[in-house]
Nanobody, 125 residues
Framework: VQLQAFGRGLVQAGGSLRLSCAAS????????MGWFRQAPGKEREFVAA????????LHADSVKGRFTISRDNAKNTVYLQMSSLKSEDTAVYYC???????????????????WGQGTLVTVSS
């Protein structure tokens, strides 16, 4: 499956932004999806994940209550709605796909076999 992320931008602190990740090449509903991010000089970290049918979601503590992951299998797209953005949310955001209809979601990047190219989100304070 090929993944392409959209929605890069410069946002003021406290603002909102929605990232999209469009999948192609395989049946999207066969994949659980995740969002990760990597800030300058830091390791890549987990942000959020969603199961193949949207029945299970998981958000990192650092974004819980501010970010929401969702998916639309009819549109082959996963979303990350970000609100109350902080300067520490500045990072390159990556979407990732994990094959299978597992009931649970994965929070470590080694469990995802497919990655998008990343999209830069900059939050100005």
């Amino acid at each position: 499956v090929q993944l392409q992320a959209f929605g890069r931008g410069l946002v003021q602190a406290g603002g909102s932004l929605r990232l999209s990740c469009a999948a192609s090449g395989r049946t999207f509903s066969n994949y659980a999806m995740g969002w990760f991010r990597q800030a300058p000089g830091k390791e890549r970290e987990f942000v959020a994940a969603i199961s193949w049918n949207g029945g299970s979601t998981l958000h990192a503590d650092s974004v819980k209550g501010r970010f929401t992951i969702s998916r639309d299998n009819a549109k082959n797209t996963v979303y990350l709605q970000m609100s109350s953005l902080k300067s520490e949310d500045t990072a390159v955001y990556y979407c990732a796909a994990r094959w299978g209809h597992m009931p649970t979601v994965a929070a470590t990047d080694d469990q995802y076999g497919y990655w998008g190219q990343g999209t830069l989100v900059t939050v100005s304070s």
